[in-house]
């Protein structure tokens, strides 16, 4: 089939976007489709421009706000009408954060009848927004650490409601960008500065010092666990994109019971926050035994070495066979929701 792997944008998570997005690209030629590759901002990338891309990988630091704004902003209501995808039988989400993983850019493609992959609308606004996705799986009874938003309380009254060290991150955006983990109160000043710059929900949450656990999903089916060692004290943005910064064990060296109930909670997980064909739910397990639930990705790092991947992997699936798996899964729910004509 014809496939259009959208990438880039303009939200902080771009350069991750690009690497998974091209990655994808490859991937899926090597499953037999023909592809084009999408910078939703510039327009169909050339091969050349994809093979820089594939050399590159993820930069040690995010691109800047100042750099982000001097992008020319892609029109989107016109990208699906582009001559090189506007015979595409399918579009593969490889955008992660701003208007391409909250629900935009997949309202879109609903209106016009575009087949895509991943989440639809509803999911991708419930993952996306930390505070939403706390309170659904409270509600439906999956642990999660307590947490309360800003801005708001003062410093002080966070931090005797949860107690320091505490996490400080924006309610919205992935790749963990400005995670911030405060050990006193110039520190929780500091990261609450720096979250403000770039969104108004702030997510003030409770530390819970454990293992962290990562499991991915395809189709219903939850993939092997897998443990995440960062070499930072969290998991932060240089730990996951940076070689030598995390150590990523799959499958987890875990006992099979504690295995099976993280899976099974990334699975209610995913059905909580009607979240489609794959997904990444992250845990961790405190020293007690508890399983605290963190958050999910409704579109999870495609790179070959992202967290999914590895996962897919684990399980004996290659990457190029999840990316087509991926996109079957995209046309076969489709298939499912499309009326039988005649009827």
Known sequence: MKIAVLMGGTSEERDVSLSSGAQVAAALREAGHEVVAVDTTRGALSGEEERRLLESGVRALPP???????????????????PEVSDADLFFLALHGGQGEDGTLQSLLEIVGVPYTGSGPTGCVLAMDKDLTKRLLRDAGIPTPDWTMGP??????????????????????GSSLRLRLAHDMQELADAVAEANDYDDAVVFEKFVRGREFTVGILGEEALPVGEIIPENEIFDYECKYQPGMAAEIFPADIPGELAGRLRELALRTQRVLRLDDFSRVDFVVDEDGGIWCLEANSLPGMTANSLLPKAARAAGMSFSELCDRIARLALERRARRSPVRGS
Request: negative net charge; glycine residues 10%.
């Open 152 to 173: 708001g309380p003062t410093a002080e009254k966070v931090a005797v409601r949860l107690g320091l060290p505490l996490i400080v991150k924006a309610a919205h955006g």
């Open 64 to 82: 800047t706000k100042q750099a982000l704004d001097l992008l020319e902003t892609g029109d989107t209501t016109a990208l699906t009408d582009a």
